[in-house]
């Protein structure tokens, strides 16, 4: 029976990867969520059915658009197959729980930040408001009010320790060095996790992003180097493998 929950969440992930999709890129071209309907952002072909088949219509459509042969982009496959991945593994680790709700809200938010950013080099503050207030709702309900207040100071503390280690990139490097969104997201995620693991989160992300960044620069000085998805990348992390604080006091002072 479990199993057959898991590939369910996958295909529902699949399905709400696809929706992503368009949130993340009409929101950042500032257009209409709802209309007009699914198109061809080339020649303005509307999509058929069996053109808006997650993953498989990729592969049938051999990459290109049905009516101008225009290449889509790999993103849109991408993020649809994470998607119905990360709703997978939320099943299996959390089961139907108030934690799966939690799981499939952040999963939800990391891969609309990995298309914005990735795509635009933003991070919308309409999905920042919208899941920080989700999330402050889901701590109330699972927690209660007062420790919500709690984990909602949590938030503030990583929203200022990001604040200052901008500070500290802009001055040593003469130029922006975290974008606000990468900040306000920062801020959000604090909320989930006390600073400590927020912290192992954002150091993760930072160790991964740091040889890539590398690479790009070597490549291109000007490139703009998107950090919303390595912080997603880091809190995936810790969030899948259940690291507390507790295990991780333990491992610091064992190790």
Excluded: Q, W
């Amino acid at each position: 029976m479990n199993t057959f929950y898991i590939i369910l969440f996958v295909i529902i992930g699949l399905v709400f990867g696809s929706f992503y999709n368009v949130v993340g890129i009409r929101l950042c071209k500032g257009e209409s969520l709802v209309f007009p309907g699914s198109h061809c952002t080339n020649c303005n072909h509307r999509l058929a059915f069996y053109e808006l088949v997650p993953v498989f219509s990729y592969i049938f459509l051999k990459g290109r658009c049905k009516s101008c042969k225009h290449k889509i982009s790999i993103m849109y496959p991408l993020v649809e197959l994470f998607t119905g991945i990360l709703f997978g593994i939320s099943f299996y680790k959390y089961g139907f729980s108030l934690e799966l709700i939690l799981s499939l809200l952040l999963c939800s938010l990391f891969m609309i930040i990995v298309i914005t950013d990735l795509n635009y080099y933003i991070i919308p503050d309409s999905i920042i408001v919208f899941f920080g207030f989700l999330i402050f709702i889901y701590n109330i309900v699972s927690k209660g009010f007062l420790a919500a207040c709690t984990y909602a100071v949590y938030g503030l503390i990583m929203f200022l320790l990001m604040y200052l280690l901008m500070l500290f990139g802009n001055f040593v490097f003469k130029k922006e060095s975290l974008g606000g969104g990468d900040i306000k997201l920062m801020g959000i995620l604090g909320m989930i996790n006390k600073p400590l693991i927020s912290v192992l989160g954002l150091s993760i992300g930072s160790f991964v992003a740091l040889p890539c960044s590398l690479f790009f620069l070597l490549k291109n000085k000007d490139k703009i180097i998107p950090f919303g998805p390595f912080i997603v990348f880091g809190f995936i992390i810790v969030m899948f493998l259940g690291i507390d604080t507790k295990s991780l006091i333990s491992f610091l002072v064992n190790n």
